[in-house]
């Protein structure tokens, strides 16, 4: 339920018997990761107690609109509705139902749903007869003709014995329908992107190698940040200790710069946007020794040969569809080096970033980069942690697409 963690849910309750899964509701929901504030009925509260809500929720029940008259202290509906992501109302009665289609407003419930500028669930629950009855259907097709979403009743048993339709939604249900909406509005959704991570290690014998101390964490946040957003991504990461675990990211795991190359020449005619952040080790040991190669008084040498550049390999292969997005880590001539690889390369963009920045680079969490574009636009970005770089770098390629 990657979509509820960290959003923020304002849940209304009214009066109906289904209230008592709006307990079940608030858990799944606060077991998904969302923030969730409770708003009641008056009628709501004769089937549950704000209580129950409140300790799930864990934050106070709101019900009132003026809290004290003599202090003056209300709760601003307007404020709340502002506040959340997303809006639920669940259950919903017959009574509230037609409340809320003419626009009633006297209670804080209703002034909050008149004033929501988010997506707003609404998940109807009453007897079978009074489902069936004209002013029902006609009440809901008008919340949708608003733009609200029906999440819609159940059929089995009911409260009153009858059998039919007319019962709220699952909890469970009623979570998944709210995850697939958004999920299904992700502003990436469907576009596959290849991106590689951390350093390669070259061997030099079972046990040794030459490596970097790229850590990986800048091309993760963006393999991240770009699965938080929709994207199918392929991740080709060299050794690190991180971990992601994303049901849109898929990580292949690679060695050295020619398992990279591999990797990367088999994904990369499916992938859309490309960003590679891998710092791949430029030089490889000519030979690798099969055995641990033995200290002795006379000083090794070790031969090296060039990697394959696989970024440059892209650039040459790549077709108008696709976008490239390099890195350059430069220590002297920064902007001008940069610029130079992106057009060697065949780059649409590249991230710079310079190990004079403190805070900055292999290891920290944080990174201040400079993006460069082929048309030769420069960009320079703050100190900001790798999360927020990669956000920055994402907004700057979805712009660029629309
Ligand atoms: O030329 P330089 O190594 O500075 O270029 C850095 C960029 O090229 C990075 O995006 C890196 O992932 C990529 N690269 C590569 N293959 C190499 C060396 C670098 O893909 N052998």
């Not at 008056?42 to 929720?57: E, K, N, Y």
């Not at 159940?154 to 329908?177: C, D, F, H, N």
């Not at 490309?274 to 190669?293: G, L, N």
């Not at 090794?300 to 997005?325: F, Y």
Request: hydrophobic share 40%; glycine share 6%; net charge neutral.
């Amino acid at each position: 339920m990657t979509f509820l963690k960290g959003r923020r849910i304002l849940l209304g309750v009214t009066g109906s018997i289904a209230a008592y899964k709006s307990a079940f509701l608030t858990r799944e929901l606060v077991k998904a990761g969302a923030e969730v504030r409770v708003i009641m009925t008056r009628g709501a509260m004769d089937f549950i107690t704000p209580l129950t809500l409140a300790t799930l929720s864990k934050n106070p029940v709101l019900s009132e609109l003026i809290e004290d008259r003599e202090t003056g202290v209300w709760t601003n509906h307007v404020d709340l509705a502002l506040w959340a992501d997303a809006m639920i109302i669940a259950p919903v009665s017959a009574h509230s139902l037609g409340k809320m289609v003419t626009g009633q407003s006297d209670n804080l419930l209703l002034l909050t749903f008149l004033s929501a500028k988010c997506p707003v669930f609404f998940a109807p629950s009453m007897d079978l007869d009074m489902f069936k009855h004209g002013s029902t259907r006609e009440n809901i097709e008008k919340m949708q003709s608003f733009g609200h979403i029906l999440i819609p009743v159940g059929k089995g048993e009911l409260a009153s014995g009858l059998e039919g339709e007319g019962r709220m939604a699952e909890p469970e249900e009623i979570v998944q329908q709210i995850h697939d909406y958004f999920e299904a509005r992700l502003p990436l959704r469907g576009k596959k992107a290849l991106v590689t991570a951390g350093p390669t290690y070259e061997r030099i014998d079972p046990v040794r190698f030459i490596g970097n101390f790229s850590s990986g964490k800048m091309g993760y946040a963006i393999a991240h940040e770009l699965a938080e957003r929709g994207a199918e991504v392929t991740l080709v990461s060299g050794p690190t200790s991180l971990k992601v675990e994303h049901q849109r990211i898929r990580t292949i795991h690679v060695e050295s710069a020619q398992d990279m190359l591999k990797a990367c020449q088999q994904e990369f005619s499916v992938a859309e946007w490309v960003i590679m952040s891998a710092a791949v080790a430029d030089y490889r040991p000519v030979e690798q020794s099969e055995q641990k190669i033995k200290k002795t008084d006379a000083q090794p040498v070790v031969h090296l040969a060039l990697n394959p550049d696989i970024l440059k390999w892209m650039g040459e292969h790549k077709s108008p569809a696709q976008t490239l997005v390099g890195f350059a880590l430069e220590t002297n001539n920064a902007l001008e080096n940069a610029r130079k690889k992106l057009k060697a390369k065949n780059l649409d963009l590249i991230v710079l970033n310079t190990l004079q920045d403190d805070q900055s680079g292999f290891g920290y969490d944080t990174n201040k980069v400079t993006l460069i574009t082929a048309d030769n636009k420069t960009l320079p970005l703050e100190l900001k942690t790798k999360t927020e770089v990669a956000r920055d770098l994402i907004d700057y390629l979805q712009q660029s697409a629309q």
